[in-house]
Nanobody
């Protein structure tokens, strides 16, 4: 059973940084390739794709976080990270790690329908 455990959230002031971490386990085989992504949902808002990464490390970022957030992973894709710099109050949200099937010839994007497995979420609060 695939499970994702995400964490690393917290409270910071505007301009600060946080690093979110996602531990992925239960894939069979453990080396199966997958798309990994981070999404977020602000209070009262819709779920928004933040960043995604392919098995070969090709990243994609949402426009609102481009050049501030960086997604990365280890070579096994068991650990996925989201480095968040220059945080702003509008980044306040619950952040979710997600995993989905990688299809050759298709990119790993930011549509939530592409992802079947989700973490429980970690809260990020940014004060001005």
């Amino acid at each position: 059973q695939v499970q994702l455990q995400d964490g690393g959230g917290g409270s910071v002031q505007s301009g600060g940084s946080l690093r979110l971490v996602c531990n992925v386990y239960g894939y069979t085989p453990s080396t199966s390739r997958r798309c990994m992504a981070w999404f977020r949902r602000a209070p009262g808002g819709a779920r928004e794709g933040v960043a995604a990464i392919s098995p070969l490390g090709l990243p994609a970022s949402g426009a609102s976080v481009k050049d501030r957030f960086t997604i990365s992973q280890d070579t096994t894709q068991r650990w996925v990270y989201l480095q968040m710099d220059d945080l702003r109050p509008e980044d306040t949200a619950t952040y979710y790690c997600a995993a989905g099937t990688f299809t050759r010839g298709r990119s790993c994007g930011l549509m939530d329908s592409q992802y079947a497995y989700w973490g429980q979420g970690t809260q990020v609060s940014v004060s001005s």
